[in-house]
C-alpha cells in the first residue's frame, strides 16, 4: 500500500516535472506566467511554515515580500550595491524585520493574531506609498537582475530566468522539507497540534513562534527580491492585504500543512488569473467557488483530496483488513 | 523536593486554594484527595505554572519558582499528567512520545539532523513506551486508540521528559478497573527518585500507592498525614470518605 508520505513525494514529482514539462513547450508568455507561479509558490510555502505548519494564520506576509523587494531596490537602485550582495543584505533585512513583528505579534492568537499581523502589514503598506524616496505610489523603476555570466547563465533571457525560477523553488521546497524532518520541525508541529502540551512538556513555544515566524520573513523576503528581478519594477501594491490573503487562498486551495500543496495553490491561482480572465471577468468569482468546495469538504486541499483517494483505494484493495484491532 | 508555603488563589472574591502548604520530598507517593471542587486541579494549576499565585511560594529544590513560566518549571523537573486527555491526536503514538523524549534529550533546537537519524530519541520514545505498556501500538495514531490507552500515553509523556517531581491529575479517570489496575501497577513501579504527587478518586488505589495524604475541602489543607491517620481520622470520614470505607 502506498503511504501517505509516498503519495507526497509523488504529488511533489509531477508538480516539479510538470513545471518543467510546460517551460520546455512554452514561448515568452509562458516564461512570463513560471517566474510569477514561482513567485508566489514560494511566498505561499513561506506562509505554510508558520500558517500550516506552527499553527500561526499570518494575513501579513504580502507586506514581508514586499518589504523584502522594496529593501532589494533601496540597495541596488538607491545605494549602487550590486545586486547578489543587494539580494543577500535585503533578506537578511527582512528577516530582521520579521523577527521585530514576531515578538510583538506571537504574545495574542487566534483572530487577533490574524488581525494584528493585518494591521502591521498595512503599516508597511502605507509607509511605501506615501515615502517619496522608493517611489512612493508610482513605485520603484530599473530594478537589476543577479549577474550569473561568470558561470555562463543569462538571467536576461526569459527563458533561462524562468528555468532558474523553477530551480530557486525547488531549492526552498527541499530546504523547508529537510527543517520540516529535524526534531525542531518536529516541535513546530507539535505546537501547532497542541500548544498547551507543548509548554507542559517544558518547550518556550513563545520562542519556538518567533524563529519560525522569522524564518518564514527570510523566505518571503527572498520571494520578494526575486519578484523584483522579475519585473524590474515594484509598486507598494505588493505589500497591500490582498497578497496576504491571495497566496492564503493559494495555501488552503493547495493544502495547508503540506508544502507542496502551495505551490499547486499558487500555480493554480496564477494559471486562472491570467487564462480564465481571458475567458471570462467572473474568474474570481469561479475561484471563490472552487475554494468554497475545498474548504466545505474538510479534507485540506488538493493535496488532503488526493490522500483520502489514496485511502478509498487502498480500502477497496483489502476489504477483509477492516477489523484488525 | 517540592516544597509549597502557605499558598493562595482567588477568582475574585471566590477563593479556590486557601493557605496550602505540602511538603514533598524525593522518591514520596503524595496524594491528594477531597470532594469535587476543592480545589485540587486548582492546586495542580498553580504547581505547573498554569496558574499564578495571589500569595504563597512554590519551592523546587531550593530553587523558588513561583514566578517561573510553566515550560521553565517542566525543564527543571516538574511534569504533569492531565485529567483529560492532552495528546497530540493527529499524530501516531511514537511521535507523541518522541515529542517528550526531543525535551529529555534537549535536541530541541536542533534543525540540522533528521529526527529519524537521532538514536538517543528512538531508544527513549521505546523504552517509555515499554514502561507505560503501549509498545505494540507505536505507528498507530493517537486518534484510534482506546481511551484507557490513550490514558497510559497520557502518563507516559509525561513521565518520558524524566522529571523529578511527576503530578499525575486523575490518572485513572473514565478507566476500567482492569486498566487502573495496570496504572496502579505502573505508579508502583516507578524509580524511587522521582516524586509523584497525585490526585485521585479511586481510594483503593489512593490507599494502596500513597506514602501520604493531604485531604483538601473548600480549597483549604484538613489534614495532612499517613494512610493510617487519614483512614482513622472522623473529620475526614464525616466529610469525604462517608463512613464508607471499611
Known amino acids: 500500500m502506498m503511504t501517505s508520505e509516498r503519495l507526497r513525494q509523488l504529488i511533489t514529482f509531477v508538480t516539479f516535472a510538470a513545471l518543467v514539462g510546460y517551460w520546455s513547450t512554452t514561448g515568452y508568455f ?59 543584505a535585503a533578506i537578511v533585512a527582512t528577516t530582521i524585520c520579521a523577527l521585530l ?25 502605507e509607509f511605501f506609498f506615501k515615502y517619496r524616496y522608493l517611489g512612493g505610489d508610482d513605485g520603484l523603476v ?37 527543517l520540516l524532518r529535524t526534531p525542531y520541525g518536529r516541535v513546530l508541529t507539535g505546537i501547532h497540534e497542541n500548544p498547551q502540551r507543548m509548554r507542559a512538556l517544558g518547550f518556550p513555544i513563545r520562542a519556538y513562534r518567533i524563529s519560525a515566524f522569522a524564518l518564514s520573513g527570510a523566505i518571503a523576503g527572498l520571494a520578494g527580491t526575486l519578484t523584483a528581478q522579475h519585473t ?92 484488525e484491532a | 523536593m517540592l516544597s509549597v508555603e502557605a499558598l493562595e488563589k482567588s477568582f475574585g472574591a471566590l477563593q479556590v486554594t486557601n493557605q496550602v502548604s505540602l511538603q514533598v520530598p524525593t522518591g514520596i507517593r503524595h496524594a491528594i484527595i477531597g470532594p469535587n471542587g476543592a480545589g485540587k486541579t486548582t492546586l495542580f494549576n ?49 511521535q507523541n512520545l518522541a515529542m517528550a523524549a526531543i525535551v529529555h534529550e ?14 538517543t530519541i528512538a531508544e527513549r520514545t521505546e523504552e517509555i513506551a515499554d514502561i507505560v505498556g503501549i509498545a505494540d501500538v507505536l505507528e498507530r495514531p493517537v486518534r484510534e486508540l482506546s481511551y484507557g490507552i490513550q490514558r497510559q500515553i497520557e502518563v507516559g509523556l509525561a ?55 493531604t485531604v483538601l475541602n473548600y480549597g483549604k489543607v484538613l489534614l495532612d498525614g499517613t494512610p493510617e491517620e487519614v483512614r482513622s481520622s472522623d473529620v475526614v470520614q464525616e466529610t469525604y470518605l462517608g463512613g464508607g470505607l471499611d
Open chain 1, 30 to 88: 509562458g516564461y512570463e506566467l513560471i517566474a510569477e507561479i514561482a513567485v508566489f509558490a514560494i511566498l505561499a510555502m513561506s506562509l505554510d511554515l508558520v500558517a500550516g505548519y506552527t499553527g500561526l494564520v499570518s494575513l501579513g506576509h504580502g507586506a514581508l515580500f514586499g518589504f523584502g523587494a522594496y529593501m532589494f531596490g533601496l540597495f541596488t537602485v538607491k545605494l549602487g550595491i550590486a545586486p547578489a550582495t543587494g539580494m543577500a
Open chain 1, 101 to 125: 513583528v514576531a515578538m510583538v505579534v506571537v504574545r495574542v492568537h487566534g483572530i487577533f493574531f490574524i488581525m494584528i499581523t493585518l494591521a502591521i502589514g498595512e503599516m508597511g503598506y
Open chain 1, 142 to 178: 530599473g530594478l537589476p537582475r543577479l549577474d550569473l555570466s561568470g558561470i555562463g547563465v543569462n538571467l536576461s533571457d526569459p527563458s533561462v530566468f524562468a528555468l532558474a525560477m523553477i530551480v530557486v523553488t525547488l531549492c526552498v521546497f527541499l530546504v523547508l522539507a529537510y
Open chain 1, 232 to 323: 524590474q519594477f515594484i509598486t507598494p501594491q505588493l505589500l497591500h492585504w490582498t497578497t496576504s490573503g491571495e497566496v492564503l487562498v493559494m495555501i488552503i486551495l493547495g493544502g495547508l500543512g503540506s508544502l507542496v500543496g502551495p505551490i499547486i495553490g499558487a500555480a493554480i491561482v496564477t494559471l486562472l488569473r491570467h487564462e480564465l480572465s481571458s475567458y471570462t471577468d467572473y474568474w474570481g468569482f469561479w475561484l471563490g467557488v472552487f475554494l468554497i468546495i475545498v474548504v466545505v469538504s474538510r479534507k485540506d486541499g488538493i493535496v488532503g483530496w488526493l490522500d483520502y483517494l489514496r485511502q478509498l483505494v487502498a480500502e477497496r484493495r483489502r476489504p477483509e483488513t477492516a477489523e
Open chain 2, 46 to 94: 498553580l504547581l505547573t505554572g498554569e496558574l499564578r499565585p495571589t500569595a504563597g511560594r512554590i519551592v523546587l529544590d531550593d530553587l523558588d519558582i513561583t514566578h517561573l513560566t510553566p515550560d521553565r518549571r517542566a525543564r527543571l523537573g516538574l511534569s504533569r499528567s492531565f485529567q483529560r486527555n492532552n495528546l497530540f491526536t493527529g499524530l501516531t503514538v511514537r
Open chain 2, 106 to 119: 534537549r535536541r530541541g533546537r536542533c534543525f540540522w539532523r533528521p529526527l529519524a537519524g537521532l538514536s
Open chain 2, 159 to 213: 513521565l518520558a521528559t524524566a522529571p523529578k517531581v511527576l503530578l499525575l491529575d486523575e490518572p485513572t479517570s473514565g478507566m476500567s478497573p482492569e486498566e487502573s489496575g495496570r496504572i496502579m501497577h505502573l505508579i508502583t513501579e516507578l524509580p524511587r527518585e522521582l516524586a509523584v504527587v497525585i490526585i485521585e478518586h479511586d481510594m483503593h488505589l489512593v490507599f494502596e500507592v500513597a506514602d501520604r495524604i
